[in-house]
């Protein structure tokens, strides 16, 4: 199975900052037929299901704000967050879906305001 | 609108199966390219993926758990079934349904989930 690996575990950022988070894979899961990497980032707040923030690694989902953006690919992964906001403050996730079963999930980042 | 909503019992016995029922709409599983998956989430935990089954019945499951779920569908009644068995308290967690679609590849709309409890 693809193991997912987030880094920080957490991260505390001043208001207006920007906030970085790192998700790297076990083996690649960029598929070259249709040039996509099949990862996912989802931001969950306490209470709360995760909402899905990012497909296909860098693909912003209708509705999230242009402040959340993701880069990356074959195995390394980058969620940027820019001019961090007070309502970012969440646990984060990275998520495979390249390979069956899929599914995968990074530990969680937790992010704080400094 | 795309909603999904967890069903099943709050507290469950060491040893017995679990039975959970997502119930959704604005979507139909017969759709091509359509999934639901379940997800389980311990208390200050990360997610776990534990089973998911596509428009054409395919069915999926973590390797781990393999053996004891088991994932159905009614499309009829638009609603997936997940049965676990011979629950542990190491089990106990928030239960999520989720959907899939060939647009995000990805768990684009999410349950409220379901607190399930495993203790005598």
């Known amino acids: 199975d693809i193991v997912m690996t987030q880094s920080p575990d957490s991260l505390a950022v001043s208001l207006g900052e920007r906030a970085t988070i790192n998700c790297k894979s076990s083996?690649?899961?960029?598929?070259?037929?249709?040039?996509?990497?099949?990862l996912a980032w989802y931001q969950q707040k306490p209470g709360q299901p995760p909402k899905l923030l990012i497909y296909?690694?860098?693909t912003r989902e209708s509705g999230v704000p242009d402040r959340f953006s993701g880069s990356g690919s074959g195995t390394d992964f980058t969620l940027t967050i820019d001019s961090l906001q007070a309502e970012d403050v969440a646990v984060y996730f990275c998520?495979?879906?390249?390979?069956?079963?899929?599914?995968?999930f990074g530990q969680g980042t937790k992010l704080e305001i400094k | 609108q795309v909603t999904l909503r967890e069903s099943g019992p709050a507290l469950v016995e060491p040893t017995q199966t679990l039975t959970l029922t997502c119930t959704f709409s604005?979507?139909?599983?017969?759709?091509?390219?359509?999934?639901v998956s379940w997800i389980r989430q311990p208390p200050g935990k990360a997610l776990e993926w534990l089973a998911l089954?596509?428009?054409?019945?395919?069915?999926y499951y973590t390797t781990s758990l393999e053996t004891r779920l088991t994932i159905s569908k009614d499309t009829s009644k638009n609603q997936v079934v997940l049965t676990m068995t011979n629950m542990d308290p190491v089990d106990t967690a928030t239960y999520f349904c989720?959907?899939?679609?060939?647009?995000?590849?990805?768990?684009?709309?999410w349950g409220q989930g379901t607190l399930v409890t495993v203790s005598s």
């Open positions: 989720a959907r899939t679609s060939t647009v995000t590849g990805a768990l684009d709309y």
């Open positions: 604005g979507f139909s599983l017969t759709t091509s390219g359509m999934c």
């Open positions: 089954i596509d428009w054409d019945d395919e069915q």
């Open positions: 083996q690649s899961i960029f598929f070259s037929l249709n040039d996509k990497n099949y």
């Open positions: 296909w690694a860098s």
């Open positions: 998520q495979h879906y390249y390979s069956t079963p899929p599914g995968t």
